[in-house]
T-cell receptor, first 109, second 117 residues
């Protein structure tokens, strides 16, 4: 069955430290993965998707099919990165997104 | 990116009344829209998939007679919470995919906070 797992509910790091938010998936089809971010009191926003291979706000994520992972990384965390981060998998059959439980990232000054 | 709006942004109603929430794609056409509930400090729960011109597809455990979905046009889907009760209080979010993009991306509305007294 399709599933997205974000093992950390909460991740707290100091400003300037590297950040890695973990995401693992289970999907029999061809995975298309996204990271969405929700800042306090704001709507969910697309942060990045694996097919575009972009780096947005300093974040990158590489799809590792062998490990079925799509971890989100940033080398130097900034305070404005504090938010909820959701990993999601798009099912190509019906365009539904399968969501991870989310990770709350807190960047300490 | 594409913009999705929701109206109202928040609503307070008495128990037993019905509440309609609109979701619009402002600058693109969306054949499919999705409705979610988000409980405090929890992830999104997909309620139903709204298909333009046809019946919505509901997730298991979601009462279709309670949460009526209408997708009358390529830019508008509505969710009506009928005979609302306090346990229906939640944050409702819609999303829509821009099919004109090579690979569809879901864009989210700002959400509607419903409080049933």
């Amino acid at each position: 069955a399709q599933r997205v797992t974000q093992p950390e509910k909460l991740l707290s790091v100091f400003k300037g430290a590297p950040v890695e938010l973990k995401c693992n998936y289970s999907y029999s089809g061809s995975p298309e993965l996204f990271w969405y971010v929700q800042y306090s009191r704001q709507r969910l926003q697309l942060l990045l998707r694996h097919i575009s291979r972009e780096s947005i706000k300093g974040f990158t994520a590489d799809l590792n099919k062998g490990e079925t992972s799509f971890h989100l990384k940033k080398p130097f965390a900034q305070e404005e990165d504090s938010a909820m981060y959701y990993c999601a998998l798009l099912m190509d059959s019906n365009y539904q997104l399968i969501w991870g439980a989310g990770t709350k990232l807190i960047i300490k000054p | 990116g594409a913009v999705v709006s929701q109206h109202p942004s928040w609503v307070i109603c008495k128990s037993g009344t019905s509440v309609k929430i609109e979701c619009r794609s402002l600058d693109f056409q969306a054949t499919t829209m999705f409705w979610y509930r988000q409980f405090p400090k929890q992830s999104l729960m997909l309620m139903a998939t709204s298909n333009e011109g046809s019946k919505a597809t509901y997730e298991q455990g979601v009462e279709k007679d309670k949460f009526l979905i209408n997708h009358a046009s390529l830019t508008l889907s509505t969710l009506t919470v009928t005979s609302a009760h306090p346990e229906d209080s939640s944050f409702y979010i819609c999303s829509a995919g821009d099919r004109s993009e090579i690979r569809e991306t879901q864009y989210f509305g700002p959400g509607t906070r419903l409080l049933v007294l």
